[in-house]
Every structure is written in C-alpha cells, then in structure tokens.
C-alpha cells in the first residue's frame, strides 16, 4: 500500500466507496465522474502504479483481472449486451490516479474515440 494513494484509501476503507464486487485480489467500485451508464474501476488491491511498472516481483498483484471483470460485468448486467474495460498507462494515456485500474464501461452504446 501507497500512504498517499486514492485507491488503496479506498481499499483500507478510509475513503468510502460504492462496491460492486470484492475478492481477496481485486475491488470494483463506481467512478465519481462516470462517462457512461454503467462506469466501475478495477483495482488490485496490491499498489502497482500501471501497466509499465509490472515486472516479475509485481505481476502476480494483476493476475486474475479478466476473469474478476467478467465477474463484474455479469453482477452489472452487462455480459449480454457487451462492455468495454480499458486500462490507461501513464498521464498521456489519460491516467490520473497512479493506481494501476480497469475502466469498465457499459449501459448504452459505445463508440470509438477519435484519436489524432
């Protein structure tokens, strides 16, 4: 755990949270700011900053991570009619909480973003 990180806040319970699902690996919570119906976060609850920073002492924190989000997906309803789950690495990516997370995304339909 990270002193000054949001999510393990949230993952000690400092910081309170609307929880969808919960193992011994992984939490899955509501956005704040969601951008679609249905916007949960998938964090693991051992602090890994992202995707980048995975090396072979870490990389068991994110095993497991598809199979908690389809999971998830099913709790929300989401398996029959499809969803997204992006992970963003590093600030030009559009990560703001340095917390490696999963965005999942559903509840209506989704387009592509355009990226220049």
Not at 89 to 100: N, P
């Amino acid at each position: 755990m990270k002193e000054d990180c949001l999510f393990c806040k949230i993952i000690n319970k400092e910081i309170l949270a609307k929880v969808v699902l919960e193992n011994d690996k992984f939490l899955a919570f509501h956005d704040i700011a969601p951008v679609a119906p249905v916007h949960v976060l998938i964090i693991p609850k051992n602090h890994v900053s992202n995707i980048a920073h995975l090396n072979e002492n870490n990389e068991a924190y994110v095993e497991g991570i598809l199979p908690f989000a389809k999971l998830v997906a099913k709790e929300l309803g989401l398996a029959a009619d499809g969803y997204r789950l992006t992970l963003n690495t590093g600030a030009k990516a559009g990560q703001t909480v340095f917390h490696l997370h999963a965005h999942l995304l559903g509840g209506k339909e989704l387009g592509w973003p355009n990226i220049d």
